[in-house]
């Protein structure tokens, strides 16, 4: 006998192979029986806490199939008359729990705990529902957490925690008091989350959702007086026909721009143009770092989630993130600059609507940079799902549209614009333009790269070009990008330029796309980006001529002039210091107060962070400016980078060696 | 305020994580000494502040989510500030049979705590009210700090608290309060 025994069990006395699958639930679902799970998801560590994906083991009992390993000669059953009434009497316990306004939840059609009720034949429940309800948190621009809804199941914990690297969410409190929530139950806006949704696209129900901005852009829509732009970004084309039942893997912009039309907005232009625009700006700006010879390596930024992430966590390295907005804001930025005079109207009455797969750019476009007196570049944010539902509402019958075309001229792009939508994507779309412009490939034709494409997190390549060797990383996931960060604020990476996408496997599988939590699925999406590419008659973004017009008319001529540099370039910020210790000194009664925050680090220079403290104190009761600040320590642990001593007033930065340019930050801030 | 007391106020300002910062030393920063840790900061300022929590997340490099939740998961730990003397009075079954319940408003009237507080204003006292302490035999029982009193009767209290304040050479209850 050389072969080796294949193991076998039994499913509902259908004998199947075992292949080295992790658990029954794996080894059951090749028999073509999907068991209901709430808290298993292939992509994370089993939790084990639902129990509806029990099954009999014969001669073992009731056990849960998703954290059972399979075994040679096990007999399976998984329906008996025992397990459907536990299995429905847990959902009827979830649903008596659970704030029942289906018709009105956005995620009514997509819901599993809605589903297996269905499924399972939960006609009455036999349990009273709980009476006083939780706040519903409002406070982040990305997403609404509705603690009613939620049925425990972890999922976005570890989605947050393992995949992310972050946990800006976790369990709290036990028993019946048991919840998921930010850390001391603080709001989302308030702490590290860093806006993908990736928690919000493994949420089983409606407890965690997308921000809804659908009534303010009907709004816009209804508004005679207002100019409506829509951008819509490439991945969301590969994702929308999803939305309305259609196999994954499809190109819906045609249909999408039909559906759009109808609706009422004025113009549809294709967030490509941008993505192409991005590439102009930041091969460009790689290019000069190259000739520079640094600072390397250079982060992507196209990613607000990312960006948010490294502002937290990595703010020293703020000069090696490129310094080119997203997409989505060098369009807002450009249809502000050029549409009002294209169009002869004000700037107030252009309303900016963008489509995106992601829940980031909420909150990106809401910022106060991207803004001119108090307009913002992007007016609204619409996730994908959120303008399937408004084409749904309008009556359009979506899968029977005939294609149209994105308007001219914001609406042309490349193979490079397109391919944005994944990750490796804009890598790729960069070495296109720089390589080709190094060796002096015009038309750039047949420069692709292949090993920065895939699902896989980390990609790595070095790409010769001219004289140089670039050493090239892709990455998605901020778990992924933590360690390559960190590597770089170490001043330890061996890389010149890496790309880093939030969302696993890039914006097509962004926060705010149809709900799709399957492997094979979603490399369907990242295929049809390919294929699309494939099918374009521009590759690279240099071939764009629109845009060359473009940079004439609107942004100074050239990708890095003055103008674009003030249009389509920003800075960063330093969002370290969130869960800094900060304990209040002394407290004046002034109802408006500035914050004078002292660092304290024990063990090191303690006289000096005294002093310095003690001397403000000093200083704010002599000048009676007591009354207006509220002086505080911040006690920063070994691991964040403020030093001992420095000082923050109001936000403004002083390294805390001069006192007097302290005092001066303070009458200032209190002047103001 | 004179320049010399400001200062001290100020070095005891910038030392306050010193007790923290230490036993997280100790500790080696590991976070799979998390519950140990909690447990050594609980003693040393009697309570977790929020402040103390996101101080020791920090330094472990855990989400502030993950050592909030550890710290809300188990009942030992006291999210709350207590007083200097805690009193714990059992409502188990059998101490509720016996009474417990007439204690504890005497507990509250002697101390003059406000309704929905557990702890003087003055923070000498805290009242918890824990499950069977294992001393059925002499309910109701009442933990105050260390020492045990069975078959306590309502009209023990006063003496039970001003017979601990004179031992430890403070003013009476009625006084503080
Ligand atoms: S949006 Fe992202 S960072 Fe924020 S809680 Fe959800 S998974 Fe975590
Ligand atoms: S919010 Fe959603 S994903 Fe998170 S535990 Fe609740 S039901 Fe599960
Ligand atoms: S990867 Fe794309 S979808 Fe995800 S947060 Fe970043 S920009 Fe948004
Ligand atoms: S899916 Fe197995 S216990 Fe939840
Ligand atoms: S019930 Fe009070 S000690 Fe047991």
Redesign the interface.
Known sequence: MTTPEVKTLTVNGVQVEIHGERNLLEVIRKTGIELPTFCYHSELSVYGACRLCLVEVEKRGIMAACSTPPENGMVIRTDTKQLREIRKINIELLLANHNRECPSCVRSSSCTLQTLARRLGVDTIRYKQRQELEPIDKSSPSLERDPNKCVLCGDCVRVCTEVQGIGAIGFSFRGSKAKVAPAFDKNLAEVECVNCGQCAAVCPTGAIIPHQNREDVWNAIHDPSKIVVAQVAPAVRFALAEFFNQEAGQNAAGKLVAALKKMGFDYVYDTTFTADMTIWEEAEEFLRRVKAGGPFPMFTSCCPGWVKYAEINFPSLAQNLSSCRSPQQMFGATMKEALPDMLGKKREDIVVVSIMPCTAKKYEAGLDKFKVDGNPDVDFVLTTTEIGRMIDSFGIKFNELEQEAFDMPFGFGTGAGVIFGTSGGVMEAALRYAVGKIEGKVPMHGLEFHAVRGSQRFKETSIKAGDAELKIAVVNTLGAAKELAQQAADGKSPYHFIEVMACPGGCVCGGGQPILNDRIKRSRRMEAVYKCDKNMQFKNSLENHMLKDCYEKYLGGQPNSEKAHHLLHTKYENLNGIFDAVEVVEAGKSSRKIAVSVCVTPGKDEKKSAEMLSQILDYADQKGLADKLVVETAFAPSCTKRQAGEVLVGGRFFDGTDLDAVKQGIEEAVAK | ?D?SV??R???K??????D??AV?REYN?DKAKLVPILQAVQARYNWLS??????????L?????????VA??YAHFSLKPKGKNIIRLCDGTACHVKGSTAILDALYEKLNIKPDRDSTDDMMFTVETVSCLGACGLAPVMLVNDDVHGQVKPSDIPKIIDDLLAKQGSKTANEVA
């Open positions: 305020m320049a400001r200062a106020e100020a070095e300002a910038v030392s306050r994580m010193e923290a910062e997280l920063y929020k402040e103390l929590l996101s101080y020791i997340a920090c330094a490099g855990l989400p502030p989510a993950r050592v909030y939740g809300t998961f």
